[in-house]
């Protein structure tokens, strides 16, 4: 069965104090993977779409990374407005649309 | 762009109740879908459609229906609410149906069933 899985589940950091957040996966075949960014009320925000394993995406503070089995988004000297839930999700090869298997997320905390 | 919209923000319904929840895309997106978020589970996909004229079940369809008549609407529709149906119900888009397209989400629909 495909699946998804995050941790932390949540994470406090000080400000300027990097991290990495995980994302797990067990899939028949990886299309692609995507990280978003979810704020408290509102819709998950798209950040980034790895597909093969070694591929690297960078964006501000975050870099995001894939292996064959899971996914890593660093965040570089994190600031209080980094501060959100951050979803992993898996689009199955084997599928015959793009529909997408999330994780529960990671809560992430930065403090000034 | 307005991206993906949702109507309504908050709705409170009684058991028993019907109401749509409506979902509208201006980026021509071919593929759109319905999800609930609930705390402690990921993302649910609930139906979904690949073009005007064309839906399909998801991981949790029951008690939900959908339409696409144009390629721009989603809506969805609870034909008689549960407290179990209590959710976040978020509508997303993607540019096509096949292929590794990321989706775009709407804001979000708050849904409580007393």
């Known amino acids: 069965e495909d699946q998804v899985t995050q941790s932390p589940e949540a994470l406090r950091l000080q400000e300027g104090e990097s991290s990495s957040l995980n994302c797990s996966y067990t899939v028949s075949g990886l299309r692609g993977l995507f990280w978003y960014r979810q704020d408290p009320g509102k819709g998950p925000e798209f950040l980034f779409t790895?597909?093969?394993a070694g591929e690297e995406k960078e964006k501000e503070r975050l870099k995001a990374t894939l292996t064959k089995k899971e996914s890593f988004l660093h965040i570089t000297a994190p600031k209080p407005e980094d501060s959100a839930t951050y979803l992993c999700a898996v689009q199955a090869a084997g599928g015959a649309t793009n529909k997408l298997i999330f994780g529960t997320g990671t809560l992430l905390a930065v403090q000034p | 762009n307005a991206g993906v919209t949702q109507t309504p923000k908050f709705q409170v319904l009684k058991t028993g109740q019907s109401m749509t929840l409506q979902c509208a895309q201006d980026?021509?997106?071919?593929?759109m879908s319905w999800y609930r978020q609930d705390p402690g589970m990921g993302l649910r996909l609930i139906h979904y459609?690949?073009?005007?004229?064309?839906?399909d079940q998801g991981e949790v369809p029951n008690g939900y229906n959908v339409s696409r008549s144009t390629t721009e609407d989603f809506p969805l529709r609870l034909l008689s609410a549960a407290p179990s149906q209590t959710s976040v119900y978020f509508c997303?888009?993607?540019?096509?149906?096949?292929?590794?397209?990321?989706?775009?989400f709407g804001p979000g629909t708050r849904l409580t069933v007393t």
């Open positions: 459609s690949v073009g005007a004229g064309i839906t």
């Open positions: 790895l597909y093969s």
């Open positions: 980026m021509n997106h071919e593929y």
């Open positions: 997303a888009s993607s540019y096509r149906w096949t292929g590794a397209y990321e989706q775009y």
